[in-house]
Structures are given as C-alpha cells and as structure tokens.
C-alpha cells in the first residue's frame, strides 16, 4: 500500500484558505488520492479524491502534482465547522480496494 | 444519496456478552464492507474486509473468532463482538463502498460507541 505523509496539525484563519499537504511519493500509477475529514466522535466525511487532474466540488479544490508524488487538498473559505482530522489516502488497488487511514492532520480553524 | 446508516450508536454491555452492530447501505448495494476501530486520539484501524456471501477477510493481528462479521445481503453487514471485555471499548466505524466512474466511492457510517463494564 502507498503510504501518506501529512503535517500532524495546521492551523488557518477563519475565511482563508486552507492548503493542507499530503506527500505519496510510492503511489503506483492507477491509485487515486482521496480525502476525507473526521469531526470528534463521528464517521469520516468524504471531500474528494482523484488520480492525476485537479478536481474540484463543492466543498474542495485537489491538486495532484504532476509525478504525482504529492497532493494539496485546499478549503477555499475555512469556516469553524472545517476544524476536524483530515486525512489523505492512497486507495490500494490490490487487496479488496481497502481504505488505510493514516494519522492524518488536525486543522484548527480560528477566530 | 450514498447513506449508511451503523445501529446502534451507542452501547454499553457487560464483560462476557456480545454486542451485534450493524451497517446498512440504505440507498445503494454495496459491493463490499469495511470494518474499522478507532480508540482515542488515534486513527481509524481497518479491521476486516466484508463481501456479501463469502467469509470476511481480517487484518493482520485481528482475532476473527472474536470479531465476528456477516454480511448476509448487499446492503447489510454486521459486527459481533463476542465475550466483550473493557479493552474492546472502543469507536467502530463500518464503511460501504460502491463503483463510482472509474473509481469507487466510500460512504461511513456515523459509528458505534462501545463501552464494556
């Protein structure tokens, strides 16, 4: 499995943009990067993934890095309710299509 | 769309009975199951790989005697902890994933506390 590195934790201005880096230099040519976040004691909340062009929806921008060795995941206003652990993946394509969560990064959103 | 709905969301139980939780797709069939624990301050731990009809595939480290998983229908898995002891309290989290495009969508449940007295 492709392995994610990320900065333990970030912290942004409320209204600013939130760039949080995420760093899967042994991804494999076929795996997508997604991003999810987890808000204390609930289940994890999809924001987006991809495989090697910028996407972008309603709630964040990705941007893979050509060699796709590293990717941002960009909150375009943070807001408060934003403050949570997001979590970059590398989806592995063998072994059942399975998520491995790493440690991920705490982003504090302040006032 | 893209709901999963894990029941209950919380439970407390006993040393030495078992706890059933269940995961239910509500508005797609899931091809396949996934099974997670979370203690504090920590990340979500895979736990198992569930298909409908056949046998759950466990992590490494994971006793599959004690973590039971049955996935009955394409919209239906559930976790039963067997003879529970205060070290299983923890967070499980249940996720069912579909194809989306060329790749997959993955939708989580909300959780499920455990606590073991």
């Known amino acids: 499995d492709a392995k994610t590195t990320q900065p333990t934790s970030m912290d942004c201005a409320e209204g600013r943009a939130a760039n949080l880096p995420c760093n899967h230099s042994?991804?494999?040519?076929?795996?997508?990067v997604y991003w999810y976040r987890q808000i204390h004691s609930q289940g994890p909340q999809y924001i987006i993934h991809?495989?090697?062009n910028n996407e972008t929806n309603e709630m964040a921008s990705l941007i893979i890095t050509e060699d796709r060795k590293s990717s941002t995941l960009i909150l375009p206003h943070a807001t408060l309710r934003d403050t949570a652990v997001y979590y970059c993946i590398v989806r592995s394509t063998q072994y059942g299509n399975k998520l491995v969560f790493g440690a991920g990064t705490i982003l504090r959103v302040k006032s | 769309g893209a709901v999963v709905s894990q029941h209950p969301s919380r439970v407390i139980c006993k040393s030495g009975t078992s706890v059933k939780i269940e995961c239910r797709s509500l508005?797609?069939?899931?091809?396949?199951m996934f099974w997670y624990r979370q203690f504090p301050k920590q990340s979500l731990m895979l736990m198992a790989t569930s298909n409908e009809g056949s046998k759950a595939t466990y992590e490494q480290g994971v006793e599959k005697d004690k973590f039971l998983i049955n996935h009955a229908s394409l919209t239906l898995s559930t976790l039963t902890v067997t003879s529970a002891h205060p070290e299983d309290s923890s967070f499980y989290i249940c996720?069912?994933?579909?194809?989306?495009?060329?790749?997959?969508?993955?939708?989580f449940g909300s959780g499920t506390r455990l606590t073991v007295v």
């Open positions: 042994t991804i494999s040519g076929n795996e997508y």
């Open positions: 996720s069912a994933t579909r194809p989306q495009g060329r790749s997959y969508g993955y939708t």
């Open positions: 991809g495989l090697k």
């Open positions: 508005d797609f069939q899931a091809t396949t």
